[in-house]
């Protein structure tokens, strides 16, 4: 197939550590990531109602083909519990051509390979 590199792109989403796994699921299961690391207690100090503030939270690792990052921004807003969830995406610029590929087969919207 081989998928060019930057027709994939990385998305980090944090989240409440209760609300991670759900909302990684949602996203793997309707075919809008291929897949979704979950790094579990990461320290996040911002600015947030005039205040600094923190939190631990979980951040969500997730890859995907680059013509579904609408659709999949569209799910984690929605489904998010805040009330501005962080949504930024990458590019990636190279790598295992293999694994490019099968991100690019799994997050097409009728289905994805078995694994």
Not at 36 to 64: H, M
Not at 95 to 101: I, K, P
Request: proline letters at 8%; aromatic letters at 6%.
């Amino acid at each position: 197939m081989n998928e060019d590199p930057q027709s994939c792109r990385v998305l980090l989403c944090t989240c409440p550590p209760d609300s991670a796994p759900e909302l990684a699921h949602q996203l793997v299961e309707r075919h809008l990531a291929a897949c979704v690391n979950i790094v579990e207690r990461v320290s996040s100090v911002y600015f947030w109602e005039g205040e600094v503030t923190s939190d631990s939270e979980s951040l969500l690792v997730i890859k995907t083909s680059g013509d579904r990052v609408a659709e999949l921004r569209e799910a984690l807003v929605s489904s998010h519990p805040y009330d501005v969830p962080e949504v930024i995406a990458l590019p990636i610029v190279e790598g295992h051509q293999a694994y490019l590929d099968w991100l690019v087969e799994s997050t097409r919207p009728s289905s994805g390979p078995e694994v």
